[in-house]
């Protein structure tokens, strides 16, 4: 090869090294706008409901008219395509959903608009904590009975004016069909007679799944924001009455096979449709 044609060679081959150079750097500058705008929002908007607060009072349905404002929002910063089939129970009840990670939080809150049955680390949590109170979210310390009681007189007050979304896994799973639910909570929901409907979440890759141990912000770094846009397609059920069901063990597979009949049907992820 000539001295010309090796120089034309190695030039082309720096041009395409600074390309890619570029287009990393602006990958990473993009995801770090896209964490900014998510956590400053959220931020704006607990800040915007306490000033609300202090004029009007508290208001756990005004501070879900916020979470759910904020949550549509984060879609778009989050990469979150969501398509919705099925339309929400009017009435109170319980929404019943398999959980895939954290981000099933702002896809479930800007759809349904309602409050969540929360493990009792996550009132710590910053800014989430904060907001799970205001909205009156439930919280459940599962190693301690005594704990265990309390969660259910709370959720028994909050749905005799409000509806409530409970991830019965107990846990996220990155199994294709939901984790065994648990049938204690099925056997209030059986005395308390409210309507189960059932709700499920299908990504459009593994990678909005948060099964180990990395942190919220090492996933959302390495998996969330560093591909393409995630599909995320919610199926609302017909709602399940609990009278029809012989004890809260039925009514626990009962909501089971609905949950996870969208899944056996159309598949774990969710495709593109056209």
């Not at 309507?195 to 770094?221: F, K, N």
Request: with cysteine; glycine share 10%.
């Amino acid at each position: 090869m000539s001295p010309v044609r090796e120089e034309a060679g190695d030039a082309i081959e720096h041009g395409r090294e600074r390309e890619r150079s570029t287009a990393f750097a602006r990958g990473r500058l993009t995801r770090g706008l896209c964490l900014v705008a998510v956590v400053a929002s959220a931020l704006v908007h607990l800040l915007a409901y306490r000033g609300a607060a202090l004029v009007a009072g508290e208001s756990p349905s005004r501070a879900l008219a916020f979470l759910r404002h904020w949550s549509v929002r984060a879609w778009r910063w989050l990469g979150l395509e969501v398509r919705v089939d099925g339309t929400p129970w009017p009435a109170p009840c319980v929404f019943v959903a398999n959980h895939r990670g954290y981000l099933d939080v702002p896809v479930l809150a800007g759809v349904l608009g309602a409050s969540f049955v929360s493990q009792a680390d996550v009132a710590g949590w910053w800014i989430v904590g904060a907001a799970a109170k205001r909205i009156g979210s439930v919280f459940v310390e599962r190693d301690d009975p005594r704990g265990r009681v309390r969660a259910a007189r709370a959720l028994a007050r909050r749905l005799a004016s409000d509806s409530i979304i409970v991830f019965p896994e107990g846990k996220t799973g990155g199994q294709r069909l939901p984790g065994p639910f648990h049938p204690g909570l099925f056997r209030l929901l059986h005395r308390l007679a409210v309507p189960v409907v059932p709700v499920t979440i299908r990504y459009g890759d593994r990678r909005a799944y948060w099964t180990d141990d990395t942190s919220l912000v090492s996933h959302l770094w390495t998996g969330v924001l560093a591909g393409r846009s995630l599909r995320a397609a919610v199926q609302v059920g017909a709602a399940l009455d609990p009278r029809v069901e012989r004890d809260g063990e039925s009514l626990a597979r009962a909501a089971y096979r609905a949950v996870s009949r969208p899944i056996e049907d159309l598949g774990e992820l969710a495709r593109e449709t056209g």
